[in-house]
């Protein structure tokens, strides 16, 4: 790993405060960056070792400053990653955070000034070249509200907050916040909750007024993504309905894998189980398409209402080809 990514947040504030002021003295360094005068001085040569300008005098009267008439090096990026964290700003402005896709072309414009030369025609070709389209329907995320989640996370801080609920309408909640995952446009908290002594995802766009409770907890070990992606295959909703089709375990999952909430298991070489849930029927009726496209199939069990819709679109299918003559 580089030096560069190694420097840590003392380290940036010390160039933020170097920055602000002609002169520093080592005592008000260290005081506002609450080390000792030692710390500041090895600090300081750091940042020497990565071509800031630091110039210093001695005596009772000495102190730091940036180098007069310089100007701070380039960020030094080699070609790969200068192309990721162009990516990365272009996919942001489709993440499903409010007001991103402004501030993200405004931070790759600012990125390519203090880039050395060589790599601004990359930058530039991929800011103009690339956009993201944001997920139709999804609600957008306050950035402020991501903001103070991703500090309490990364604190390992107990955090309040409003969050309005399908069933149990808006909650006041608690929780230990373990991390945030982004999926299908949709952002969420992964938390655990010491008053439900369980694991909780909360979708990031159903929380609001935020506070910070400044009360430190232990970490707990998870593995966010996988519990996640366990979380929505198992959940069970208002509608279900289960199948026994005659096309391989490995071929069903292949073709829904990030696409739907369900559980298949395999039956025989030939064939498996296929359980769906959702909210709405329809949105069970495109799965049921799906499988119907892949081979034939039986229905085991269906909510009243998912059987009703499913039956009718069926005939309706059926009509519409015969009167087509096709």
Known sequence: MSARKEMPGRMLRLLSLLQSRR??????LADRLGVTERTVRR?????????????????????????????????QLDDDEAIAVA??????????VSGMAESSMS????????LPARLR???????????????????????????VLARCCRNHEIVAFDYHGRQRGTTRRRVEPHQLLTLAGRWYLLAFDPDRDDWRIFRVDRIASVTPVLHRFTPRVLDGPSYLLESFVSAQYQHTIELTVDVPAADVTSTFEGIVRGIVEPVSPSSCKVRFSADTPAMLLTQVAAIAALGSFT???????T???????????????ALGGV
């Open 23 to 28: 002169e520093w003295s080592g005592h008000e």
């Open 87 to 96: 990516l990365g700003l272009v996919g942001a402005a489709g993440g499903g």
């Open 299 to 305: 229905v085991d069990q269906a909510s009243p209402e």
């Open 121 to 147: 025609p990359q930058l530039a070709a991929v800011g103009s070249a690339a956009e993201a389209i944001p997920r139709p329907g999804v609600p957008q995320v306050d950035p402020e509200v991501l903001a």
């Open 107 to 114: 931070a790759l414009a600012k990125l390519e000034q203090v």
């Open 43 to 75: 600090d300081v040569e750091r940042l020497r070792s990565l071509d800031y300008p630091v110039t210093g005098t001695t005596g009772t009267a000495g102190g730091y400053r940036l180098g007069s008439g310089t100007h701070l090096p380039p960020l």
């Open 307 to 321: 059987a009703a819709l499913v039956t009718e679109a069926g005939g309706r299918l059926a009509q519409a080809f």
